[in-house]
């Protein structure tokens, strides 16, 4: 459509200067050649293509060689933990889970949940200190259970982590702090928890940060490629920051070079038209 418009310039640009005195310089084949020349450098474009994932992955096929989510981490100081009880003991339930919720004002409570100390210790309703530094989630809730017998028929424990979160930032269409109540998650799932990825995204290039005790690892993982699957860092860890980098796309650079070139054409057909019919008018 703009190529048209371009070319509808240049052919009333052609038929102003026929009216004119040196109509013959501008008649005929010459019309129909710059016409043409305005036609060509305003069509001269690169087609834009859309970012994809996954752009290996053969039609219709099976996966396999996935990287599995049955990782536990283990619950270490400065944890803030949600622990949440039932049992045939309706009463010590209501009890224990209004203290797990800020009703206890002891000092291992903050806010919604149970922070482990300095000690690695939690505070618990008619237990007391529980050492949870060390165990995975499920070890502390079966070692809860088992204290929670004298007191309780039937306890069942919930253990889930309520401070352990992911940072996302870059190109994303929502920069934020994802909250991880589990040990992992996908890393599309805190993609897609982010606003996903922008349109100017390096999809070969993520980027993501780990801390390891003292030092920090850093992976880049391609979107593009379905290996990624089967890498380790597939399933973002507590803490990870993911940084997504933006790409320098060549594609729209050349679509921006070529509509500033169009827009040049045509603000100089305009102007010779105009200065054509001025001319045209002062000379009669």
Known sequence: MSSFISLQYAYYTMIILQEWRWYKLFSGKSVFAIGLLVLTLSSCYTVYKPPTNFKTIPRDTTLSGFITNDFQSKIIKGDILAITISSLSTNEDAIFNFSGSGGNTSASTLGNG?????????TVHKIGAVKAEGLTRKELA???ETAMLPFMKDPIVNVGYLNRKVTVLGSVKAPT???????????????VLSGDLTEEANRKDIMIIREKE????????NLEDHSIFSSPWYYVQPNDIVYVPAEINQSKIAEEKRRNQQMTITLVASSVSLLVALVNIFTR
């Open 214 to 221: 003292n030092t920090k690892e850093i992976k880049h993982l």
């Open 142 to 144: 079966k070692k809860l």
């Open 114 to 122: 149970f922070l482990v100390d300095s000690a690695g210790n939690i």
């Open 177 to 191: 702090i994802v909250a991880m109540q589990a040990e992992q998650m996908p890393l599309l799932d805190v993609l």
